[in-house]
């Protein structure tokens, strides 16, 4: 058990998707810190737990990482038939 890192431009950097959970809470964060990062990272709809049960952020949080999954199939579904057509 350790206390959370605070994030780097180098994380930002080296991911290919950043996920911010509670985009109410997040996103003002993130402005103010890494401006140049604040409309790159993808924002989802989750309280924090004292704002909600564990229960309905646990649900949330299962919601979207499906759609994130879906998407990802999407995305490379795409690029399978690309490379089938000899397109980039």
Known sequence: SRFP???QDEDFQNANL???????EHR???????PNWANRIE??????????EPEDALSAIEKNVQDLID???TVGQSRKITNILGQE
């Open 5 to 7: 890192k605070q994030v």
């Open 18 to 24: 950043i996920i911010a959970l509670d985009e109410f």
């Open 28 to 34: 003002a964060i993130i402005q103010s810190r890494y």
């Open 43 to 52: 924002y989802w709809h989750v309280a924090d737990l004292w704002a909600v």
């Open 71 to 73: 998407r990802l199939k």
